[in-house]
């Protein structure tokens, strides 16, 4: 099964990022989980009050994806895909959810927030922020519950072109108590503090 992001052109989506943004605050994550084993897929996360932060190393050079889910299933997330051009080397991070089983479309409002991407050592590097509650804002979006939430996780070892193929992929979900971590974390909720720096994307 070929996942569709859309009829038209993939592409006519990504206009969010063109450069990714390298954070020049350090990476002080108080909590860890490793999703896949050995060193496959690695979480580690923050949150405040109203927002999470969290990382994710992925051993692929294709596509990535992580989502919160609302009963368990893959096609209920809200999620984010993330990927480098293999053409231009650009990265593309799209916040998106699932039409039925088959089609995966953008969200109208990118509430998923990219901070840093990269490529390394056969690994895909994606941190990224988003608030917890977002069930108000937007109808595709899932709030994150106290407890423990059920997300999504998926990889292909290739970028997509014209469509992305989630059938093939690499993919589960798990539970995992994101708001009941350790939770000491820098001051990532106020961006006013956080000084930006934009560097084009790494080619493949």
Do not use: C
């Not at 096609?75 to 293999?86: I, Q």
């Amino acid at each position: 099964m070929q996942i569709l992001f859309s009829n038209i052109n993939l592409f006519h989506f990504v206009f969010i990022f063109t450069f990714y943004k390298r954070v020049s605050t350090d990476d002080i994550f108080a909590n860890y989980v490793e999703i896949v084993s050995p060193n496959i897929y690695r979480l580690w996360w923050n949150f405040t009050d109203t927002n999470i932060t969290a990382k994710i190393e992925v051993k692929t050079l294709g596509w990535v994806s992580f989502g919160i889910t609302k009963d368990g299933e893959i096609t209920d997330s809200d999620l984010f895909v993330a990927w480098f051009n293999p053409i231009s080397g650009k990265t593309n991070f799209i916040d998106s959810h699932f039409k039925g089983d088959s089609i995966i479309l953008p969200d109208e409002l990118q509430n998923w927030q990219l901070l840093d991407a990269y490529e390394a050592d056969g690994y895909t590097h994606i941190k990224f922020t988003r608030y917890i509650e977002l069930s108000n804002i937007d109808q595709y979006d899932v709030d994150i519950e106290k407890g423990t939430p059920m997300i999504s996780y998926a990889w292909s070892t290739v970028d997509p072109l014209t469509y992305l193929n989630y059938e093939t992929a690499k993919k589960g979900t798990i539970n995992i108590p994101l708001l009941n971590g350790l939770n000491e974390i820098p001051n990532y909720n106020n961006f006013s503090n956080i000084e930006y720096h934009y560097y084009p994307s790494p080619l493949l």
